[in-house]
Structures are given as structure tokens and as C-alpha cells.
């Protein structure tokens, strides 16, 4: 009798045992990509799935162990942040894990564990490689520091800010330019002398760098610094400026007027100076004359002009023939890709010699005609 009993007792205890076993859940964790490599500063982002195997729901809620002192982490379902989660049963939910890795870390292999917490447990291991060495600081590069050009250039140089600390800094921007010399920061195309960056943010910025007029030629250094309170980087400019350029247009006497009768004309002698410290090469000459004017130079381009030489160019000026008496302007260039120089001149046409003859020539017959028409006739 009591063996009856007891098998009857064993028998129903088994019976619960397994009716409890079969209501239990079992929550798996998965994502494919559990080992990432990162940089100091990153946010490493995984998709996991949060997969429910069992026969009814189950509320899972998460903990992260193992985590890097400073490193932080959020855990998140359709872009809200989530403290516990809801699996149907035979069915699956997917989480968002954002791992923050620090600016300042040392450079190595990191691992952290990934906790589902239900009626089961499961856990999911992470490892993150940080490929380089973390800093505290301020990052201000430049890919190009040295320009070349001449006196009237204006030198552009892109450089990076990044801001690798913790918090917002905000960045004045100075130059120490030699005397004479302007700076210009730009951000986003407008003049700036500061800027705002968050944690890991960074931004272009263009520096416009205009020579002082007249520099000599010679290389000159500009430090430029990005500071921030505690924080501050420096990038060392270097423009060289080639020399000046520079060129006048005028005459020997640097009279800028002339005579001349219609239909005819009239040599004018120019003078070319090279004024800047470069020689020029490829001096065009050209002229701007009143309609139907005629212009012809002995030469319309100088191949070489050195630095503080002279160049005498002749320029001969037709008139058309039925010119007006009056004053005309002619406009006389000479032009390099780098400089060039006007001469106005004043053209004073006057009325031909030959035609004023003339004229005299027909008041005279005029007159002895009324004489011998006079004595012929005036007695009668």
C-alpha cells in the first residue's frame, strides 16, 4: 500500500515537473558581427536579435557586464530607448546596442558581455579591436603648408579642426602674419574668427593669406592657432613670394597728346618699363582708337622685359580722311598675364594744309574775277 502511494505521489510530481518544463522559454541572442575594429572617439553600433524559442511570451531585460570603466552604451527598439523588452513566443525582436568608445583609451583588444535576462539567460560576447592609440586633444592638420607666388597673390590653404575631447570647445582662430600681411579664416564660405565644434566633430576651414603690398621676395613663415581653454593646435604657414610685378606705359617726355591732320599720319614713341622685381615675358601691345582709325606698332609684342629695364616701342596712328577737326582719344595698352598699363592719348586733328591752300586759292580767283568784272564793266 504505501509503495502504491508513493509511485501514485512520484507520479503526479513527475507529471507537474514536466507540464513546468514544457511551458519553459528559452531566449537566444544573436547578431552576425560580435568582433569590430574602431578608432578612439567611435560609436560601434550593433543589430542583435532577440530571439524567444519557448511557447509563451517573454519580458527580457538586458545588462551589459564587463564594459570598459568610461566606455558607455545605450540599448534601444525603433529609436527608443528601452528598459525591458516583450518577445511573443516562437517569434523575435530586434535591439539597437551603441557601445561609445572614449577619445582617451589605450590601444588594444576589448571585451564585453551582452545579458538577456528572462525565465532563461543567455549571453552574448562582444570583443571591439581600438586600432590606435586615443589623445585628448585638439586636431588641426593641413595637407598643404608651403605656397609659392608673387606679391599680388592671394594664398589659400585648407586646413581640418577636429575636436578629439570630451566636451564642446570653442575655438578662436589667430594668425601672427608679418607686418603688412592680412589673415582671413572662412567656414562654410563666410569669415569667421572662431568656431564651435562637439565631441569628435571636425570642419574645414579655408585660410586666405594677401601678402603685404610690395613684399620682397624671400619666404615667410605664418603660425596660425586654433585655441580652446586648456586646448590649442598650431599649424606653421609658409608662403614665398617669387617678387613683384609690375609695368608702366608712357613716353619718353611723358607727353600724352599729339597732332595730327586728317588722312595723315603720326609716330608716336612709347616707352615700356618693367617696375616689379620679376622680369616679364610676353608684353602684348595693343591700341583702342576712335572708328576708323588705323594703328600699326614695329613691334606688338616684347618677348622678354627684366626687371627695372626699358623697352621703346614706335606706334604709328592714321587718321581717316574725312576726319572733323576736334580732339580724339586713343587708348594705348601693354598687357602680361600678370600686369599690364594703360597710356591715354589726346589726338588733336586739324584741317589739311593742302585743302586750306585751297580754299585761300578760290577766295583769291574769287576776288580777281569781282576786280576784272569791276574794271570791265563798274565805268559804264
Partial sequence: MKKTIFLLVMFLF????ISTDTSHADVTVY????????????????????????????????????????????????GTSIQ??????????????????????????????????????????????????GTFETNFTMDQRNMQGHAESEFTYNATLKNQTAEQQHYSLTAQAPQGWTVQFKAEGNGVTSITLEPS???????????????????????????????????ELEAVITGTYGITLSTPDGNLSADVTAGGRRTIEL??????????????????????WEVEFNEDT????????????????????????????????????????????RMSVKTSTLWGLVGVGIIIAVIAGLYLIYRKYGRR
Avoid: C, H
Wanted: charged residues 20%; glycine residues 6%.
Fill in 201 to 235: 566633430e571636425e570642419k574645414s576651414i579655408e585660410v586666405l593669406v594677401t601678402p603685404a603690398e610690395n613684399a620682397k621676395a624671400d619666404t615667410y613663415t605664418i603660425p596660425i592657432v586654433a585655441s580652446a581653454g586648456a586646448t590649442s593646435s598650431e599649424i
Fill in 84 to 133: 525591458q523588452l516583450s518577445v511573443r513566443p516562437n517569434s523575435e525582436e530586434d535591439i539597437r546596442l551603441v557601445v561609445t568608445v572614449p577619445l582617451q583609451v589605450e590601444k588594444g583588444e576589448y571585451q564585453f558581455n551582452l545579458v538577456a535576462n528572462g525565465t532563461s539567460e543567455d549571453m552574448l560576447p562582444f570583443i571591439v579591436n581600438v586600432t590606435e592609440e
Fill in 14 to 17: 513527475g507529471g507537474i515537473m
Fill in 302 to 345: 616684347i618677348p622678354t622685359l627684366k626687371a627695372g629695364e626699358k623697352s621703346n616701342v614706335k606706334a604709328s596712328l592714321t587718321a581717316p580722311d574725312n576726319a572733323i577737326a576736334g580732339d580724339y582719344v586713343t587708348t594705348f595698352t601693354a598687357q602680361t598675364a600678370e600686369a599690364s598699363s594703360d597710356a591715354t592719348f
Fill in 31 to 78: 547578431t552576425p558581427y560580435t568582433g569590430l575594429s574602431v578608432t578612439p572617439g567611435e560609436d560601434v553600433e550593433y543589430s542583435v536579435d532577440i530571439i524567444n524559442n519557448g511557447s509563451s511570451i517573454e519580458n527580457v531585460t538586458f545588462d551589459v557586464e564587463g564594459l570598459p570603466e568610461d566606455w558607455e552604451y545605450s540599448i534601444s527598439a525603433n
Fill in 271 to 292: 616707352v615700356v618699363e618693367n617696375t616689379g622685381t620679376t622680369d616679364l615675358t610676353e608684353i602684348n601691345l595693343r591700341a583702342n582708337t576712335p572708328p576708323n
